[in-house]
Structures are given as C-alpha cells and as structure tokens.
C-alpha cells in the first residue's frame, strides 16, 4: 500500500526532549502502553509551603590533637579538686619549711673554724682553691681613663689609722729577705719613690657592695720585690720574674699600731697591678687614705687594700689577716 504522505526522519527522543526542555517549550512523549504521544511542559510545580527545621544537637567541640577532651565537671566536683591541691601545697610548703629550718639549725651549731660553722669556711676555702687554680698575672682588671676617676674618692675603714700618728717619723719595715746578712730592712718612703712610678685608675670594689674608680700612683709589689727580694724555697738566688713559685708562699702586711692586719697569697701580690701607692688623683695620700703608703689591689676586695703600712714580712705560714678572724672570707678575691 502506497501512500502520498512524506516518509518522517527518527527524532531522538533524548536529544529533542533536552532541548525542548531547554526552551521551556513543549516535549512530545511517546507513552509506553498505547503509543500515544502526549505533550509534557517544563513548568515547576506548584509551590508548597516548607515546614519549620526542626532544632538542630548541640555541635560537640572539636577535640584538639594531642589535649583531651575533658568532661564538664560539676561545682562540687571542682571544689574538691581545689580543696584536695590546696591540702596537698601547704603539706609540700610544710615539708619544705620543715627541712630549711632543719638545715640552719645543724648549720649555725656545728663547731666554729676561724669565726664561722665549720661547713661556711669550707665553701669559702673551696670558692679559694678554684680561684686560685684559675688565678693568672697576665689577666688584668679594666684601667680606665683619668676622667673617670671619682674626685672625691670614698673612704672605707680607719682601723690602724689612729690620730697620734706622725708622717715625718714613718718608716717601713720589711722582714723575711733573702739576703741571709740582712733578713730584715727599714725603709723611707723616699726608697720607695725611687722605684718606677705606675699609674693606673681602677675600680676600688667594697664587700659592703659599693665601688669607685680611683686613680692611683706608686710602685709596682713586683718591682719592690725585685729590689728587695724574699728569701727562695730551695735557698737559691730569687728570681721574682721567672721562678715566683720559688719564692715565699705568704706576704703579710699591718699598720705601724698592729690594729690591722692583711695576708695574700703571692701570686696576687705579685700581679702587675698590685701597687705600694702613695698617691691618688696626682696628690700625695691623705691621713684618711692611707699615708704615706698603702696598697692598692685592685683584684681584691677593699678589706685587703690595707692603709697605712708600717710592715711587710715574706713568710711560707698564712699570715693573719683581720677580717678572715672575723668569718669573712680570708683570699678576698673578686
């Protein structure tokens, strides 16, 4: 059978209901049981009021790496744990207390040696002994410039330094020489300023905890010693320069009225900045100041820069020294 109506080309129902679609347009859609073709619209569907959310769980917080989680605790609870670290604090402070007081007790009852509990004295002679180990002549203190200097340097201490003292008859004595026809020698201040003169502005430090720049003049322990040198160990020939272990252990040093007294081992004697001063700020020692010779140490505390000397003995015994006899500390270095 023939018929005069056009042959259709296959539509792809896929592709003309995608872009029909796109148009808003229309789609034909073939149904599956009669096929019918019926026509489908792009239209939304009518609009439904949506119902209220319901209230949402609390979000729990997020744990962080490492820290955990810890449940809330309640009042009563929190207040025992306080109560529980305050019982636990007050015993440890107890104990503490307890064992800090036990300790100056045994401390301040032991028996004295030179002034003070036994246990002081040998910190202070151990605090000695390592000082001394890394004692070196070659180490100098800070020289600083004249201006510096205080121009009304402070005076500390005037024992020794009593009123019936008459300059013009001052004289030194020196003890413990090695020359074996002369072991003990008087001196006058002139022989001392026929020394090399050295100056040097350095700090005078205090044990009370003060300290000022002073500038100094005199001659050098080192180069008195070259000229008057102490008797040797071995018995042989001093050479203050190159063989000062050979030489006496101890220099002891005291006012011409005995009231104070100082002791050094030799090594700080002998250091380059160790002076026999009789000058300060460019003028000759005032009474308050140790004239018309004192020592200036300034690798020392100001215990041992001692007024007034009227006496130096070079001896292998540790000399007395005044403050040490009353529990300070005997070396006195800084």
């Known amino acids: 059978m023939t018929t005069n109506e056009p042959i259709k080309e296959p539509v792809d129902a896929t592709e003309a209901g995608r872009a029909a679609k796109s148009r808003g347009a229309a789609m034909p859609v073939q149904d599956a049981e009669d096929g019918a073709v019926h026509t489908a619209t792009n239209a939304a569907p009518p609009h439904t009021p949506e119902a209220a959310p319901a209230p949402s769980a609390p979000v729990p917080i997020a744990a962080t790496p490492g820290i955990p989680v810890m449940a809330k605790a309640g009042d009563d ?155 040797t160990q071995s018995g042989e020939t001093p050479d203050v320069k190159h063989k000062p272990n050979d030489l006496a252990n101890y220099v002891s040093l005291q006012t011409p009225d005995k009231a104070y007294y100082v002791g050094l081992e030799m090594e700080s004697a002998l250091h380059p900045q160790t002076l026999l001063c009789y000058e300060i700020n460019g003028e000759p020692l005032t009474p308050e100041h140790g004239a018309p010779l004192r020592l200036a140490i300034p690798v020392k505390y100001g215990v041992k820069n001692i007024k007034r000397i009227g006496k130096i003995s070079f001896t292998n015994q540790r000399p007395a020294d005044y403050w040490a006899e009353q529990g300070y500390d005997w070396y006195a270095g800084h």
């Not at 929190?78 to 100056?104: D, N, P, Y």
């Not at 002679?125 to 009304?152: C, G, I, M, S, W």
């Not at 020489?177 to 020394?195: C, Q």
Request: with cysteine; net charge neutral.
């Open 77 to 231: 609870e929190i207040e025992g744990q306080m109560h529980q670290m305050s019982r636990r604090s007050f015993l440890w402070a107890a104990v503490a207390i307890g064992a800090g007081f036990t300790t100056r007790q045994w401390l301040i009852t032991r028996r004295p040696d030179n002034g003070i509990p036994w246990p002081f004295r040998r910190v202070l002679e151990t605090n000695e002994q390592l000082a001394r180990d890394y004692f070196k002549t070659a180490r100098l203190v800070p020289n600083f410039a004249v201006a510096k200097a205080d121009p009304d340097p402070r005076t500390n201490g005037d024992i020794g330094l009593g009123e019936d003292f008459d300059p013009d008859t001052w004289k030194l004595t020196v003890e413990g020489l090695a020359d074996k026809n002369a072991p003990t020698r008087t001196l006058t201040l002139k022989d001392i300023k026929a020394l090399p003169k050295v100056e040097m502005v350095t700090e005078l430090k205090c044990i009370e905890g003060w300290s000022i720049i002073v500038h100094w003049a005199g001659a050098r322990f080192a180069d008195f010693m070259e000229k008057y040198p102490p008797a």
